[in-house]
């Protein structure tokens, strides 16, 4: 397979399980994909139901778009970095602190928040919205359970660390 341009050796399953949050919260995928299945309902919002017309508004529609597309640049850019922190045969796990992760150290989740406002936005719909809020308390709650993971993996570099980096907005949180 592909990455980047480059081919990329296979995932040991300890350094899958780790890259994917499954180490910090088992079964937290579970959650995460019954709630993809409910973002379905936007679709049927926006092509048939038409829940709430009045969020049908082309500059919002517009400003989602955009989101969506800086959200897609920011996941290749966080991809490459954690691809090559989970790449390789060393056993050891190492603390990524490069790319999105100088700036905030949850940058996928902080891209999924993004990304749920942002479908929201596009397809005008009011179901779109109102999973926003579940799949924020889903993420957050990963965000605490890594958090608390990191910090017994790492101890005192991933104190340091925390201490310069936002959990997933920079100046705010």
């Not at 926006?46 to 800086?70: D, E, I, K, N, T």
């Not at 605490?144 to 959990?167: D, I, P, Q």
């Amino acid at each position: 397979m592909l990455l980047a341009g480059r081919s990329k050796e296979s995932i040991r399953p300890e350094a899958r399980a780790e890259r994917f949050g499954s180490t910090a919260a088992p079964g937290w995928e579970y959650l995460a994909l019954a709630l993809t299945f409910a973002d379905l309902a936007v679709y049927l919002d926006y092509g048939h139901w038409h829940l709430m017309p009045s969020l049908q508004r082309p500059g919002a529609q517009a400003f989602g778009l955009v989101l969506h597309l800086a959200v897609a640049l920011w996941g290749r850019w966080t991809a490459r970095y954690l691809a090559v922190a989970f790449s390789g045969a060393s056993l050891t796990p190492a603390l990524v602190r490069s790319g999105p992760f100088r700036y905030i150290r949850h940058p996928i989740y902080a891209g999924a928040i993004v990304e749920k406002i942002a479908v929201a936005l596009v397809f005008a719909s009011l179901v779109g919205w109102l999973l926003v809020i579940p799949w924020c308390v889903l993420l957050f709650r990963q965000v605490r359970r890594e958090e608390l993971h990191l910090h017994k993996l790492f101890g005192t570099e991933y104190v340091a660390y925390s201490r310069k980096t936002a959990r997933l907005l920079p100046g705010i949180y």
